[in-house]
């Protein structure tokens, strides 16, 4: 496990157990932390190089956020990806992706069909470098942007709060790079349609591409039970 670098002087304006928290939480987006994995203050204190009281209150703050869950006689481990916590939150992401897409079409100018048009370049090189995090980091962006499109604050904070459970469910689905030809297809049918102010087809595209994700989990979800 790499906790990528840990460093607090990163961080330094932030209390130490947030600087904690985020790269726990970071390790478990990633899934540097397994799913199942136990955590333990000791070996997380040791690990990096911080008291326990940090981690503690790191994990406490996971907790709440579900990432991590309190099993007696276990400890605290990583929470698992199940079936119902994915369908909540996509349901609820699909629905708010399909009205990005129909306001985007609306309020869309030059310079936001150039700055789209160029997330879609880099999304495409982010898939040829083969680097996960860059490749979610870049399809996350591409999403933001139609959100900013949109110029709809209360749209976006709603978007924002669901970001960071959506972000352990996106990294899952790009592990399968068999994947990758057709995000390149949805993202372009995306833009293409919005660029052209086509309300309905940018829903449409925009449902079958959270569909697609949802499918694709839940075929690995059982492919991992299974075994």
Not at 65 to 83: F, H, K, N, S, Y
Request: net charge neutral; charged share 35%; proline share 1%.
């Amino acid at each position: 496990m790499t906790y990528h670098d840990f460093d607090a002087r990163v961080d330094e304006l932030l209390p130490l157990r947030d600087v904690v928290y985020k790269k726990l939480r970071r390790a478990i987006l990633l899934e540097e932390l397994k799913a199942g994995e136990r955590l333990t203050e000791i070996h997380l204190a040791d690990k990096l190089g911080v008291s326990r009281t940090p981690i503690r209150e790191a994990i406490r703050k996971l907790e709440q956020e579900g990432l991590v869950i309190m099993i007696p006689r276990r400890g605290t481990i990583v929470a698992e990806i199940t079936e119902k916590s994915l369908k909540d939150v996509l349901e609820v992401r699909r629905v708010l992706d399909m009205l990005s897409a129909e306001l985007a079409c609306e309020r869309i100018d030059d310079a936001g069909k150039k700055v789209l048009e160029q997330a879609c370049r880099e999304f495409e090189e982010a898939v040829k470098s083969g680097d996960l995090r860059e490749i979610a980091q870049k399809d996350v962006a591409l999403h933001n942007i139609i959100v900013e499109i949109t110029g709809n604050g209360v749209l976006r904070q709603m978007i924002n709060n669901l970001s960071e459970q959506m972000y352990r469910y996106r990294v899952k689905y790009l592990k399968d790079d068999s994947r990758y030809e057709t995000l390149l297809k949805e993202h372009q049918g995306i833009y293409e349609s919005i660029v052209r102010r086509d309300r309905k087809m940018a829903a449409r595209l925009a449902k079958e591409h959270i569909d697609n994700q949802e499918t694709a989990i839940m075929n690995q979800l059982h492919a991992w039970k299974s075994v």
